[in-house]
Structures are given as structure tokens and as C-alpha cells.
T-cell receptor, first 115, second 112 residues
Framework: EPEVTQTPSHQVTQMGQEVILRCVPISNHLYFYWYRQILGQKVEFLVSFYNNEISEKSEIFDDQFSVERPDGSNFTLKIRSTKLEDSAMYFC?????????????FGDGTRLSIL | DQQVKQNSPSLSVQEGRISILNCDYTNSMFDYFLWYKKYPAEGPTFLISISSIKDKNEDGRFTVFLNKSAKHLSLHIVPSQPGDSAVYFCAATFNYGQNFVFGPGTRLSVLP
């Protein structure tokens, strides 16, 4: 069964450094998402991406965050200047382009630890 | 603003019995609801969904019930198996929305 893959599984970064989290969505999917889960808290929506542009973003997704689909297969989340409170699990998700309601399919996440 | 609530942080059930996980929502615009299961160190895995035009959807051992007037949905697992032990998240969206709103999750433990 096709799956969403995320790399790395664990990223440790010094505060203030830039970090890029990578995702390979399911190949025929057209909608892409990033969510995060801070330890002990619920999964929170960050951003959705379709047709090479952001279609929706949350209040969390401020100017420090950006997303890109650089080569038609990868979907990346960049945090420009990391803060301690950015430490969380970051999940990528994708869904197909068919009309109507469909589930999003998630990767196994990247654990981001900011020191 | 907790638009999606799961008021039971944990639930323990004996193997073979029914597990019932509950979810309440406040936004009457929601028209598509999903349940995800999550094991430690893995991402959420889609289980089952229901749109607001239905009140029940069944897939094998999993059934989701939707009560729109009460803004309540539930997931029934029958019979429960030890491998069902995980955290279960309820999620909701509307208008083919991009943004899934997740509940805080319920940790299900199925005891052998």
C-alpha cells in the first residue's frame, strides 16, 4: 500500500538554526499538509498546499515557516530560525485529488528537538 | 477553542468486548468526520469516516455513528483485540476542507 514517507525521523537542532523537514507524499496525491503535535498535546494543523501554493494556514504558521514542493515529489517544511517551542512531532499528510470528502494519509513524523 | 472534544483521555476494555470511543464537536459547519488510530512513534492511520448525510458507517469490526442533533459521534470496535490498543483521534472538517481539526485523543487499552 502506498505511504507517505518523512525524513529524518529525528532532527536535533540548535535554537536559531534553520531546519528543513522532508516528506514524500503518495505519488498520485494532489493535496499536501503539515501538522504538528507538541508532546502531550493534540495534533494541530499548520498548512495545506495545492497546485503549488498555500491554500490554508493556521496562526501557528507564521513568517518563520515556509513550504515548498521543489521537484514534483518532495514536499518540505522549513523553519528559518528555530525556537525552543518549535520542539514537536511534525507530520506530513497527503490526499488524492478526487472530488468529495477523502481522508488524509499521514507519514510517521519527524521528531524535532530544539536545544 | 476546542471545536472537537474527546472527554475520555483513556479507556480500558477486555479482549472480545466492545470498545466505544466518543467524540463531541461544537462547530455545526462540520460535515465530514474521521477516526484515526495512532501507535507510538508512528503517524495517525486512517480508520473510518462518515459524512454528515449518513448516521452510520461500518467497516469490518469498526462502526462510526453520527448524531448531528447532539453533535456527537462514536466509534465502536467489536470485538476488541489487543492490537487495537492505541490512541484514537477524532477529526472533523467542512466543505471539503483542507484543515482537519483533531480532538485530543483517547488512549484505548485492550486487556487480554
Amino acid at each position: 500500500e502506498p505511504e507517505v514517507t518523512q525524513t529524518p525521523s529525528h532532527q536535533v537542532t540548535q535554537m536559531g538554526q534553520e531546519v528543513i523537514l522532508r516528506c514524500v507524499p503518495i505519488s498520485n496525491h494532489l493535496y499536501f499538509y503539515w501538522y504538528r503535535q507538541i508532546l502531550g498535546q493534540k495534533v494541530e494543523f499548520l498548512v495545506s498546499f495545492y497546485n503549488n501554493e498555500i491554500s490554508e494556514k493556521s496562526e501557528i504558521f507564521d513568517d518563520q515557516f515556509s513550504v515548498e514542493r521543489p521537484d514534483g515529489s518532495n514536499f518540505t517544511l522549513k523553519i528559518r530560525s528555530t525556537k525552543l517551542e518549535d520542539s514537536a512531532m511534525y507530520f506530513c499528510a497527503s490526499r488524492g485529488g478526487q472530488l468529495g470528502n477523502q481522508p488524509q494519509h499521514f507519514g510517521d513524523g519527524t521528531r524535532l528537538s530544539i536545544l | 477553542d476546542q471545536q472537537v472534544k474527546q472527554n475520555s483521555p483513556s479507556l480500558s476494555v477486555q479482549e472480545g468486548r466492545i470498545s466505544i470511543l466518543n467524540c463531541d464537536y461544537t462547530n455545526s459547519m462540520f460535515d465530514y468526520f474521521l477516526w484515526y488510530k495512532k501507535y507510538p512513534a508512528e503517524g495517525p492511520t486512517f480508520l473510518i469516516s462518515i459524512s454528515s448525510i449518513k448516521d452510520k458507517n461500518e467497516d469490518g469490526r469498526f462502526t462510526v455513528f453520527l448524531n448531528k442533533s447532539a453533535k456527537h459521534l462514536s466509534l465502536h470496535i467489536v470485538p476488541s483485540q489487543p492490537g487495537d490498543s492505541a490512541v484514537y483521534f477524532c477529526a472533523a472538517t467542512f466543505n471539503y476542507g483542507q484543515n482537519f481539526v483533531f480532538g485530543p485523543g483517547t488512549r484505548l487499552s485492550v486487556l487480554p
